[in-house]
């Protein structure tokens, strides 16, 4: 079964630090691919997405990913975290059009002021 | 725009009791999933609706487990005799042709 995995169970960052999140997929396919935050208390936002065309997207508040095919990962980044990125962030990968998401297990970050 | 709205917010619910949790998506959204997300744990694939083609059942759970689509609209998950192990949020999403998701805000069910 395709499955999503994401490298980290919980990050710890003090502000300003760079933030990388790793998420790799097993499926050979084309995949649309996608991160979604949690903010505490809050639902499910789309955070980026990858459909086609330029690996490197270009996200909300600062935050980008880009997407390796040949190392089947999508990781998020961002070069300066505030306390406000403090959330769950959610790996997510589309294997073919029309068909369910799977998501990763998620990571848990923590931006300490 | 309003988007995916669930009901109610939150459950509390006795064991071995039905519960029916409800999503009204995003209007023209022809794409529908339902997912729970457990304490601790990701986010779990439940079941996806797209148009009028049939179902993706493949992530219920067990038997007890069901969901229907009135109309290409609005969605019911019902659980039958709830267990504890079924206290989870459930969330609903939808999106359009796009492949992308809108979440609503999750229903906590609490099953005592």
């Known amino acids: 079964a395709q499955s999503v995995s994401q490298h980290n169970h919980h990050v710890i960052l003090s502000e300003a630090a760079s933030l990388e999140l790793g998420c790799n997929y097993s499926?050979?396919?084309?995949?649309?691919l996608f991160w979604y935050v949690q903010y505490p208390g809050q639902h499910l936002q789309l955070l980026l997405k990858y459909f086609s065309g330029d690996p490197l997207v270009k996200g909300i508040k600062g935050f980008e990913a880009e997407f390796i095919k040949s190392k089947f990962s999508f990781n998020l980044r961002k070069p300066s975290v505030q306390w406000s990125d403090t959330a769950e962030y959610f790996c997510?990968?589309?294997?073919?059009?029309?068909?369910?998401?799977?998501f990763g297990p998620g990571t848990r970050l923590s931006v300490l002021p | 725009g309003a988007g995916v709205s669930q009901s109610p917010s939150n459950k509390v619910t006795e064991k071995g009791k039905d519960v029916e949790l409800r999503c009204d998506p995003i209007?023209?959204?022809?794409?529908l999933y339902w997912y729970r997300q457990s304490l601790g744990q990701g986010l779990e694939f439940l079941i996806y609706f797209q148009g009028n083609s049939a179902p993706d059942k493949s992530g219920l759970p067990s038997d007890r487990f069901s969901a229907e689509r009135t109309g290409g609209s609005v969605s019911t998950l019902t659980i039958q005799r709830t267990q504890q192990e079924d206290s989870a949020v459930y969330l609903c999403a939808s999106s359009s042709g796009a492949p992308s998701g809108s979440f609503g805000p999750g229903t906590r069910l609490t099953v005592l």
């Open positions: 209007s023209g959204h022809t794409a």
């Open positions: 997510a990968v589309r294997m073919d059009y029309g068909q369910n998401f799977v």
């Open positions: 499926y050979g396919g084309t995949v649309n």
